[in-house]
């Protein structure tokens, strides 16, 4: 579903290496975690999957297209959730849903049966008739995390999706991403959590300056003088300094 071949990004004219030879492909049905210090290139990675960014050297697949020669329709089976979503806040979340699906040509008798399943499913469903500028922080997210499932996309790409969510919320969102990737789709998300990654994940990657330093299930990393380790400290051991 995602495929990154020898994928590089520089910044400030070469000097700074955010992305490094990147080769990585992530599964139909795959939950991947992509982890890394701050810094490391995560967000770089994941502007480069959804075309926000143009690689400096390198082919990115999503869904077998080609986002460089084709971004739109690469676009049309992504959804992308940021770290810090900008969303109209002048908007009402119903009309914000509603703006999406037009961009998403989704139908409207399935735009209604979705957008009635998700605001359900996030609790959301009291607030959707005020403007978003009323919403906190935490139902700033809800929306947009409903916004992203509304078009059914094949691929989901969020990076810090689990920010500002309360722990019910939170609970709903790790139960979506498993539902959504037991349907056949396909989720790349960036996170801090270690936890999070080691429960939820099919496979995780580690990114440390740029470069992809470790990849694979739990069990994967866990190599011989790593047996039975957390995640945690396997992370903090190939990241030190």
Same mark, same amino acid.
């Given at each position: 579903?995602? %495929? ?79 770290? /810090?979503?900008?969303?109209? !806040? ?35 469903? !009291? ?43 939170? @609970? @709903? ?18 996170? @801090?959590?270690?936890?999070?990654? %080691? ?37 903090? !051991?190939? /990241? !030190?300094?």
């Amino acid at each position: 579903m995602i %495929e990154l071949s020898r994928v590089s990004k520089s910044y400030n004219n070469g000097r700074v290496k955010a992305v490094d030879e990147l080769t990585l492909t992530v599964r139909p049905g795959e939950i991947f975690g992509f982890l890394g210090p701050n810094g490391a290139g995560k967000t770089t990675t994941i502007k480069l999957i959804v075309g926000l960014l143009r690689p400096d050297a390198g082919t990115i697949l999503v869904d077998g297209i080609d986002n460089r020669k084709n971004p739109l329709a690469a676009k049309a089976v992504t959804t992308y959730v940021p770290d /810090t979503p900008a969303i109209y !806040e002048r908007l009402t979340g119903l009309e914000y849903l509603n703006f999406i699906g037009d961009v998403y040509g989704v139908p409207k008798a399935d735009r209604l049966r979705r957008i009635e399943r998700w605001l359900e499913f996030f609790e959301l469903a !009291e607030a959707v008739a005020a403007p978003i500028q009323s919403y906190s922080h935490g139902m700033r997210q809800k929306i947009v995390l409903i916004a992203a499932l509304l078009p059914a996309p094949k691929v989901m790409v969020l990076d810090e999706p689990m920010v500002g969510l309360d722990a019910r919320s939170a @609970h @709903h969102m790790k139960e979506m991403m498993r539902s959504h990737c037991d349907a056949g789709g396909t989720l790349f998300f960036s996170t @801090h959590i270690m936890e999070v990654a %080691e429960k939820l994940c099919d496979r995780i990657g580690i990114i440390h300056k740029g470069r992809l330093i470790a990849h694979g299930t739990l069990e994967e990393l866990q190599a011989r003088d790593r047996e039975d380790q957390s995640l945690e400290k396997i992370f903090l !051991e190939l /990241t !030190e300094p």
